[in-house]
């Protein structure tokens, strides 16, 4: 019986030690997460800002066809997931099919959302600039007056000096501009 009992109490504390193991592993990975900067938006909220957000941005910059523009520039929410790596989204909008980017942090909420310029007509370019700043609005807290100026400075510091990558730092975000294989990219990430 004393046996029988030996090995009773080693398999209980064989399943406790690999438990303690677990949550080691577990803990370790919560840490990391949790040092993980975020946006601190998920993919899908930021998508639904973005369509609100968009109208604004246009009446803005007085916009006679805002309310009529706007829809064109809608992100699709059910299209954020629908892509291979489950790391990032990429959706396209606007007549211009601008390219909207974004990465996942562990916990599901955007780590960065990047706008990207693969074609150099005016009409491109121009809706890649509201896009950039609709974008800014969302995640930088507003700051309405001064972003159209100042991405309009990065994207051209940007393209002045290839191969450089341009930041400004709004409130925790770092806002910056650079030159790609793909085009001209704006992104917005957390300040690490």
Known sequence: MSGKLTHLLLALLSVALLSACDHSIDDKLALQAASEKTLGISPTLFATKFN???RDVLEDKKDEDAARMAPLFAIDTTELFKGKDKHIFQTKVGPSQTAILGSFAKNG???????LLTTPSEGARA???????TAARILTG???K???D????LVSNALNNPGQHMTEIIDEEVL???ILPQG?????????
């Open 52 to 54: 609100h957000t968009i």
């Open 109 to 115: 909420d955007l780590k960065s959302v990047g706008v």
């Open 127 to 133: 809706e890649f600039l509201l896009c950039a700043e």
């Open 142 to 144: 507003g700051h309405k």
């Open 146 to 148: 001064k972003l159209p």
């Open 150 to 153: 100042l991405i309009k400075r």
């Open 176 to 178: 910056s501009a650079e």
């Open 184 to 192: 001209l990219m704006f992104q917005i990430e957390r300040k690490q």
